[in-house]
């Protein structure tokens, strides 16, 4: 079962132009991380964030975290054509290990 | 250093056929993960490995699917009498328990049965 939801599931915006992605969840969570998957294979790793934290960076990417109302966003700072990709948000929590993925946001820079 | 590896990329078989899937983690990595993503999906626990013993199998959908690490490295999905339900990318992931559980992912495997 897919704990989270990715909002919007598609945007498309231009080159240059920041992307915002959110992330809503249902219980709660040790860490969150946020993952980029090109064509359907394997998913990198971009950023973790952790249950005590709000706010994180990594590069062109920040990230947010409210605890309080279940909910990460990532930001992606002049965006590139080749950040096209679809970001998922997975969770862990409640003593397991394994995470719950969302169903993804499809991102689609055009030149 | 080397990232998760999977074996093989595509896996064409026929409904009642058996499969193994290969999937050598990261050096280091203690755990190791079984994921399946479906079309448009996001991913799906199957099982996870804390070195070789499965600490947590409650994803496996029905008896159909195993899992082993023997060795407490490379571990094998096994999936027997496919059906055409199974057809699904099968990811595998590995961390070490010494970071955040960071999982880092392997390419993964397309499994479509015919």
Redesign the interface.
């Known amino acids: ?2 704990q989270g939801e990715e909002d919007p599931q598609a945007l498309s915006i231009q080159e240059g132009e920041n992307a915002t992605m959110n992330c809503s969840y249902k219980t709660s969570i ?2 969150l ?1 946020w ?1 980029r998957q090109n064509s ?6 971009l950023i ?1 964030i ?1 249950s005590n934290e709000r706010e994180k960076h990594s590069g062109r990417l920040r990230v947010t975290l409210d605890t309080s109302k279940k909910s990460s966003s990532l930001l992606i700072t002049a965006s590139r054509a080749a950040d096209t990709a679809s970001y ?1 948000c ?1 969770t ?1 929590g409640q003593g ?9 946001t499809r991102l689609t820079i055009n030149p | 250093g080397a990232g998760v590896s999977q074996t093989p990329s595509n896996k064409v078989t026929e409904k009642g056929k058996y499969v193994e899937l290969r999937c050598d983690p990261i050096s280091g990595h203690t755990a190791l993960y079984w994921y399946r993503q479906s079309l448009g999906q996001g991913p799906e626990f199957l099982i996870y490995f804390q070195g070789t013993g499965a600490a947590d199998d409650s994803g496996l959908p029905n008896d159909r699917f195993f899992a082993v690490r023997p060795e407490g490295s490379v571990s094998t999905l096994k999936i027997q009498r496919t059906e055409r339900g199974d057809s699904a990318v099968y990811l595998c992931a590995s961390s070490s328990l010494a970071g955040y559980n960071e999982q880092f992912f392997g390419p993964g495997t397309r499994l479509t049965v015919l």
């Open positions: 079962s897919q040790n860490n991380q993952y359907g294979r394997g998913l990198v790793h973790l952790r998922f997975a862990d397991a290990q394994k995470l719950v993925f969302g169903q993804g």
